[in-house]
Structure formats: structure tokens, C-alpha cells
């Protein structure tokens, strides 16, 4: 088979295996993390302002009671969103079983006051109709008649008013949103059959919330029962919509389900059927991947068919906010409505004990000021009866008029109440309330008690009222017109779920984005995975056509191409919102490039191994990996770095060698150095060379270690840690004539690394000034006596976990700059405490020496030797010591040794 031709059945074969893993499934979680990953980089835009979160939160709690609460606090809340003109309101609670009775607080606060109108009105007419018996007016049967008849129908209308304090909540909720008219309940969709008299409802449920839905569609319904909220409200809602949400494999919501068929009955999601009402209710048609709204009727009249994309599950894909749930879109509290009911209960309250005040005569009497008091907080008073009865005729004939007429006398005993706040009331009767009990000292404490007690109620009146306005003015313009939805989103709540942004998503934010992505049209379109099998076709002809090139080229572009395929799927999704799934695509063309790669790389199998065998003997596996992978580093050429060198030797090893034959010491030496390297290359260091039991090795190249000074000071501790162990082998089997002791100098610094020599012969290698100073380093230990010598920026780069001692500032041959060296001694996790001590009294005695006190740093040195009588340094600075006694250094005298040739 020619190449191409087995280009093009490798494109073909791979191809067609990804095309049957997508099928399969196996690819769906990738794809919908990408499309996550595209969809943060789809262009920002202008949410709509028509959706209004009435959250019940944590303030709404606190407000009101651990949720769920008693629904007349709902039905509350829905008179004030009819009262501010909301569009619809949107529960996105459950009402599917009966509440607990509650109390109606209007005929409660207002019973004590009929029962003390109702006595005192018996009171007077007794009094009228005695007098009347005693003039002669009635006799006593005609008064017994009249007093019986007269306590009976007073008894009859206390006791109408006490039972009318109990009220069903259920019903208050059903005619508040009645009264309302533009309600929408939640449908709950079940996955188990219903029962009892929740089975009943199926009916009202196909009569009153499925809506016509045109398709030719089929498939089978996940749903085995619709459970309507209770009777009372359901009948009383405008309509329902069910909740029910569509979560991906890996648990995040990026669709929705608008339509789900039951039993031959279509329904609408939440948020889609008010919607739907709001557009005018037209023709819904589901289509193949589409779902088309015939003729819609926007507010501004503008008529259109409006076309939702669906992907291939029939569902919605959800546009959501970037932003978390408290910021995307408008929120307030539900403790707002609440506030607003308190408010004005306290007020009304409040205004009928200060009315019926039997002081208040008594000082507005003696203020023309306030003349007009009396008669204003009456008209106030009457004006709040009145509108309570019209509220409750409202409510009990969901009558428009009788709640537009509460309204207009609640709001004309607001604007009284506003005129009585002008009045600076509490402060006319404070004064008047000082100036009496001037003139009247003996009667002063009841003057300025009483006076008090009127102040008080006027405050906590404007207080009152003063909440009412500032909740109303944020309330009343952000919900007139606006879809408000109401869902529970405090701690307590377990309705949290994941979007594509965020893995805590309150789940109620969902009907908002349902809005949103309709209303602005903002739909995202999810291509079948068709298209994606269809656009790996691409893959046989473009290896068809990279069959000549060579195979960095073939790869490059291989993995290009793949890369294109990447951007046209993103910029596609980015400008125009269309996900075309690049998975297959990529996938095909990597497979292909991968195979065909593999098919090139057998034939040329021995050449690789033929470099892992020829370089891991001096190099680590890592680098042999990097070579293999790109053999172009062996050429000629190098890289300056930031690198640490390495350079041992045996001390001695001419006189070692003398005394055995050459294969006993070419075997001596392989044990050895195989030790050695392994040590090295174990820290991912770099064998440079051998010269003969030499080695020159180094870290941070070919490939880059952060951490190279570090490995560097590792490996010459090891090697010595290692040097025991073979000693003791060597010696035991007579292989040495001697211990093999290692000198080993390390420096760090900028150095040259690269291959260097011809392109016959080539050695990868580094070279430079630090390179030489290693060099010098290692042959300094002579001179010390010390076997690890390493530079300051060395040991600055290892890192603290080293214990080291600071000897000499030492200029080498040919570089002027002097050198700071250090013996490197032992990790510190592993260091004995003799060696710490040593380090420990050595640096004080080498600073009494560099301060030229050359008796104590002489005694110094001595105790260092106490503690270790071998100690090289200090018998060395002990010698200096005696001899700077006797010849003085002179006055130019730095400090700074020289270091001759190696």
C-alpha cells in the first residue's frame, strides 16, 4: 500500500472509532465541561428589567417566622404586588396540601374597641331609658321588651365579630390571589403515581393548566402524575406551570424543559406560562429541535413568531447570568410586603388610642395650633374603618372596585396623616405639656406623664409611617409591570443547585433566566451531533495531503489543524451562539495523527534505542526522554543557564591504582563510578564526563530544575553516605589497598551548556568561569583537609535544610572577584549532634580570627578540636593562627586566601 493510501485508511479508521465512541455516549461530560468553558467567553449583555426576585431569605425569616409560614402572609404580599400594578406574580412554592387556620388581625386589634363601644353604648341607654321610666315617658313592660331585644341583637353582633377573628388561610390565599388575577401556582410533576384524593385533582389539572401544543413529536414521558396545589388556590390562580428541571450526567443545569406531555396533555414550565399569557397566548408548535410561538403579542403591540432552538432533547439551553444569584437581576426581601402590613396595622393602631385619648381635649384645648387635631385623627379613623370594609368586601366578592376604592380612602387617610405629620404634633404637646406644669406645679407629674404618653403615640406613629413611605418608594416603581417570583433562598433552604458558573445556584433563579433568554431572544442553538461525525471527514484527506512532509511538520500541522478545528467551534459559539460540538473533529484528527505517528516511529525504532543506550549511561532517563523526543538538542550549539556544577575525585587514587593489575582496577573503578553516577543521576543531574575516577556532572540542563544547588549538595552528600558502604565491601573482599575517600567541589552559577565539538563528534557539556571554580573547589579541599567544599551561592540556593560551616574568602586563579567557600557537613535532618557543635564553635572562632585576635581564635580552634579531634579547617586556622603571631599580616591584609592551580 502506498503512503498515502495508508494515510488515508488510518484517517478513515480514526475517524470512524471516534464517531462510534460519541455515539456510545462516552464523550458527554467532556462536551458539556467545554461548552461550559465556551459559554464564559460568550459576549456580555444588558439583562432585561422585567423579572423581580421577592426573595423569602434570611431577613424574611427573621421577619416573619421559620418558613413555611401561614399563607396569609402570602396572601398579603399579593394585595400589595395587585396594589403596585406587578404583571404576574410567579410562586415557586409548593401548595399542594391544606394550612393551619390562622387569625385575621384587622377584626382582632378592632374587637377590644367594639366591646367598649358596645358597653358604653349600654351604659348610656340604660341611663336614657331609666330617666325616661322615671318621667313618665315608658312604663316598666314596655322597657323590659326593649331592653331584652336591645341586649340580644348587641350580644348576637360581639359574638359575629369575636368568630369572625378566626379565618381559613387557604381561602384568604385563594381570594387574595383571585382578587389579584394574575397568579401563577407550581405544578408539582410526579415520578410515582398519585393517590387518594391528591388523584382527584388529575382532572383539574387537564381542565384548567395544559395548554394546546402542535407536534408531531414523540417520546416517552418521564412523568406518571400532576399534582394541582389545593383546590381553593388552584382554582383561583391565572395559571401553573411545573418546576421541573432537566440536570445533566454531572449534576449542572444548562436546559430546561419548557413542554412535557402527560396523558395526551401538554403543561408549560413556571416561568414559560406566564409567559405565554403575557405574549398574548399564541400557538405553540414544537419542531424538530425547535419550538415556535405563532403571532406573539408584545406590550408595545409589535406581533411576531418567535422561534426557541431546542437541542436534540427537545429542552432549552439556559443563557445564564454570569454573576451569582443575589446579583443577577432585581432581589428584594418578602420582609419587605411584610414590613409594609406591619407598618400600617401599627399605624392604624396607634391612630385609634390617640384619637380616642381622653387627655387629648384636654391640651389640644389650650393650643389653637392644634385645634384641628381632633377632627383630622377622627377623618383618619373613619377613613381607615371604611377602607378595611372595603378590603374585606374586595376580598369576599374579588371585586376590582371595592379594592380600588379601599385604596383611594386608605391613601386619602395617608395624605391626613402626612398633614398631621406637618403638624410637629408631638413637639407642640411637649412644649404645651412643660408650660402646664409651670403654671401647675402641684399637678405637674400627671401633666408631663400624660403629655409623654400623647408624644410617645405621635412618634411611634410618623415612625411608623416614615418605614411605610421608604419601603413603599423602593418597592412601588421596581415592581409595577415586572414578572415577580417568589422562592424560598434562605440558609435553610435544599433548593440549591449548579450552573455552568457556580456550584451553589439557588434553583428558583432558573425562572428568571427562563424569562430572560425568551424575551431577549438570546437563545443558543446546540447542534446535532451530526455535524460533528460529518466534519470528521476532514481527517483521511488532510493526512492524505501531509504524507510527504516530514514528521515534525506532519505533526505540527496534524495538531494544528486540530487546534483550527478548536477555534472555528469557539468564535462560531462566541458570535453567533452556535455550540458546534469540535470534539469528534479533534479527537479524529489527534487519533490519526498519533496512529500514523506511531506507524512512522516503529520503522524507526532501533535509531531511538540505540540513543537511550548510548546516553543513559551518563545522563538521566529524564533527559534520554527529552532527547528521544527531540533529537535535534544533539546538535551543535548551546544555552546559557543558571545551573550548579559538580566536580569529585579520589584522593590518592595514583597510589591505589599502582597496586593492582588493570582488570582488577578497571573493575574497582566501574564499581565505583556505576555507584557514584547512580547517585547522581538520581537527582536528575547530568554526568558531563569521566576522567579516569573524575567525575564532572552537572544539574539543571538539559532540562530545567528550580531546585538544581539543592540536588547538587544532595548528591555530594550522598555520594559520601555511599563512599562508606563500598569501602567497607572494598575492603572486606581486598578489592582496594585502600579506602576510596571523595573530594568534591560544587559551585552555582551562570554557565554555558550545550553540545560542543564537531558535527562527527560532539560532547554535551558546560563550560564557564563557574564551571572552572567547581573545578578549583574540589582541589581545594586539600588545602582544608575537607572533603565538600561549596561556594556561598550555592548554599544560599539550597535552602536551610543543609548544615554547613562558613571557612575561607578564597580568590581563584584567574578571576578576580574572591569567593566565599563553605564545607558542606550533613543534612540537618540527619546531621549528630558532634557535627553541629563543630560548625557551631568554628564559626565563633573563625570570627575571632577574621577580627585578627590570634590567642583566643588560636583557643578557639583548640576546643573545636576537642570536640573533634580530626577536624581538617581548624587544624589548618590553628597553624595560621601561630603563624600570624609571629609574622603579622600587614595592613592591607583582606582576609582573602588564593587558591593556586588545581
Known amino acids: 500500500m502506498t503512503k498515502s493510501g495508508q494515510s488515508a485508511l488510518i484517517g478513515f479508521l480514526s475517524a470512524l472509532l ?72 410567579i410562586f415557586d412554592i409548593e401548595y399542594v396540601d391544606k394550612g393551619p387556620q390562622g387569625v385575621d388581625t384587622i377584626p382582632l386589634e378592632a374587637l377590644p374597641w367594639d366591646f367598649d363601644r358596645t358597653f358604653s353604648e349600654i351604659d348610656s341607654n340604660i341611663a336614657d331609658l331609666l330617666n325616661a321610666v322615671f318621667d313618665g315617658y315608658l312604663d316598666r313592660s314596655e322597657v323590659a321588651d326593649f331592653f331584652s331585644s ?248 374579588i371585586s376590582d372596585e371595592a379594592f380600588s376604592s379601599y385604596l383611594e380612602l386608605r391613601n386619602e387617610a395617608w395624605d391626613l396623616l402626612h398633614q398631621f405629620k406637618d403638624l410637629n404634633f408631638a413637639n407642640e404637646i411637649s412644649a404645651l405639656g412643660e408650660a402646664l406644669a409651670m403654671r401647675y406645679p402641684g399637678e405637674a407629674d400627671s401633666i408631663m406623664s400624660e403629655s409623654f404618653y400623647l408624644e410617645t403615640l405621635a412618634e411611634n406613629i410618623l415612625f411608623s409611617l416614615e418605614d411605610y413611605d421608604a419601603i413603599e418608594e423602593k418597592l412601588k416603581e421596581a415592581i409595577k409591570g415586572k414578572f415577580c417570583v417568589v422562592g424560598q433562598t434562605d440558609a435553610g433552604t435544599t433548593d440549591i443547585g449548579v450552573n455552568p458558573f457556580y456550584n451553589e445556584y439557588v434553583n428558583v433563579g432558573t425562572q428568571g433566566v427562563v424569562l430572560d433568554t425568551i424575551l431577549s431572544e438570546s437563545f443558543i442553538v446546540w447542534l446535532s451531533p451530526l455535524w460533528g461525525a460529518i466534519f470528521c471527514l476532514i481527517t483521511p484527506l488532510l493526512l492524505i495531503a501531509l504524507t510527504n512532509f516530514a514528521p515534525s511538520i506532519r505533526s505540527a500541522l496534524g495538531f494544528f489543524s486540530a487546534l483550527l478545528v478548536f477555534l472555528i467551534s469557539f468564535f462560531l459559539f462566541r458570535f453567533a451562539g452556535i455550540f458546534l460540538n469540535p470534539i469528534y473533529p479533534i479527537f479524529s484528527l489527534i487519533t490519526a495523527v498519533v496512529f500514523r505517528e506511531i506507524s512512522a516511529y516503529t520503522s524507526s525504532d532501533r535509531e531511538r534505542q540505540f540513543i537511550r543506550k548510548a546516553f543513559s549511561t551518563y545522563v538521566s532517563d529524564d533527559v534520554v526522554e527529552e532527547i528521544i523526543a527531540n533529537p535535534s538538542k544533539l546538535q551543535l550549539g548551546g544555552v546559557k543557564r543558571h545551573m550548579s556544577a559538580i566536580f569529585t575525585d579520589i584522593r590518592n587514587f595514583s597510589t591505589i591504582s599502582e597496586q593492582l593489575d588493570p582488570e582488577d582496577l578497571v573493575r574497582l573503578l566501574n564499581s565505583y563510578l556505576t555507584t557514584m553516577s547512580n547517585v547522581i543521576l538520581s537527582e536528575k543531574g547530568t554526568i558531563d564526563k569521566y576522567e579516569g575516577d573524575a567525575i564532572i556532572a552537572f544539574f539543571g540542563a538539559p532540562l530545567e530544575l528550580p531546585d538544581h544547588a539543592k540536588r547538587a549538595c544532595l548528591s555530594a552528600i550522598k555520594i559520601k553516605r555511599e563512599e562508606t558502604k563500598l569501602n567497607e565491601f572494598f575492603l572486606k573482599r581486598n578489592l582496594s589497598s585502600a579506602p576510596l575517600i571523595t573530594r568534591i567541589g560544587i559551585n552555582t552559577g551562570s554557565m554555558v551548556a550545550g553540545n560542543m565539538g564537531t558535527e562527527n563528534k560532539m560532547n554535551y557539556t558546560i563550560m564557564g568561569n563557574t564551571v572552572n571554580i567547581a573545578s578549583r573547589l574540589e582541589g581545594a579541599n586539600k588545602i582544608y583537609n575537607t572533603w565538600i567544599l561549596a561556594t556561598k551561592e550555592t548554599l544560599d540556593e539550597a535552602g536551610d535544610g543543609l548544615l554547613s560551616r562558613r571557612l575561607d574568602k578564597v580568590r581563584v586563579v584567574g578571576i578576580n572577584q574572591p569567593v566565599q567557600l563553605y564545607e558542606l557537613m550533613e543534612t540537618r535532618e540527619e546531621a549528630e549532634e558532634w557535627q553541629e557543635e563543630t560548625a557551631h564553635h568554628f564559626e565563633n572562632a573563625l570570627s575571632l580570627f577574621e577580627k585578627q585576635e590570634w590567642e583566643k581564635a588560636s583557643e578557639a580552634f583548640r576546643y573545636v578540636l576537642i570536640i573533634n579531634p580530626i577536624d581538617g579547617p581548624s587544624g589548618v586556622f590553628l597553624k595560621r593562627c601561630e603563624n600570624f603571631q609571629k609574622n603579622p599580616p600587614g595592613d592591607d591584609w583582606d582576609g582573602v586566601f588564593n587558591l593556586g592551580r588545581k
Do not use: C
Open 150 to 397: 336591645y341586649i340580644d341583637n348587641e350580644r348576637q353582633s360581639l359574638l359575629g365579630k369575636a368568630l369572625s377573628v378566626a379565618r381559613d388561610n387557604d381561602i384568604y390565599l385563594a381570594r387574595a390571589s383571585a382578587l389579584y388575577g394574575n397568579s401563577w401556582a407550581t405544578l408539582n410533576m410526579r415520578s410515582h403515581p398519585l393517590e387518594g384524593e391528591q388523584a382527584s385533582r388529575q382532572t383539574m389539572a387537564e381542565e384548567s393548566f395544559s395548554y394546546p401544543v402542535r407536534t408531531d413529536e414523540t417520546g416517552e414521558s418521564p412523568i406518571v402524575g400532576i399534582l394541582p396545589p389545593i383546590p381553593p388556590f388552584a382554582s383561583a390562580a391565572k395559571g401553573a406551570g411545573f418546576t421541573r428541571a432537566y440536570v445533566d450526567g454531572d449534576g449542572v443545569r444548562r436546559r430546561i424543559d419548557l413542554v412535557l406531555s402527560y396523558n395526551g396533555y401538554w403543561y408549560l414550565q413556571l416561568a414559560f406560562a406566564p409567559l405565554i399569557n403575557y405574549l398574548g397566548n399564541p400557538a405553540i408548535e414544537l419542531g424538530k429541535s425547535k419550538l415556535i410561538l405563532s403571532d406573539a403579542v408584545f406590550p408595545n403591540g409589535r406581533t411576531k413568531d418567535i422561534i426557541i432552538p431546542l437541542d436534540a432533547g427537545n429542552r432549552m439551553l439556559l443563557d445564564w447570568p454570569r454573576t451569582i444569584y443575589e446579583e443577577s437581576y432585581d432581589h428584594f426581601s418578602f420582609a419587605y410586603l411584610s414590613r409594609l402590613e406591619q407598618a400600617q396595622s401599627e399605624i392604624e393602631r396607634l391612630i385609634s388610642i390617640l384619637s380616642f385619648s381622653e387627655n387629648l381635649y384636654t391640651f389640644v384645648s389650650l393650643d389653637n395650633n392644634l385645634a384641628e387635631v381632633p377632627a383630622l385623627l377622627y377623618r383618619v379613623v373613619d377613613l381607615l374603618t371604611a377602607a378595611n370594609g372595603e378590603r374585606a368586601r374586595a376580598l369576599a366578592e
Open 18 to 89: 471516534i464517531v462510534v465512541l460519541g455515539f456510545t455516549g462516552i464523550f458527554i461530560s467532556l462536551e458539556n465541561r467545554l461548552y461550559d468553558f465556551f459559554l464564559r467567553f460568550r459576549p456580555q449583555r444588558e439583562r432585561i428589567d422585567m423579572v423581580v426576585f421577592l426573595d423569602v431569605d434570611n431577613e424574611a425569616i427573621a421577619f416573619n417566622g421559620v418558613f413555611p409560614w401561614p399563607r396569609s402572609v402570602m396572601a398579603d404580599g399579593l394585595l400589595r404586588l395587585k396594589e403596585y400594578a406587578a404583571a404576574a406574580v
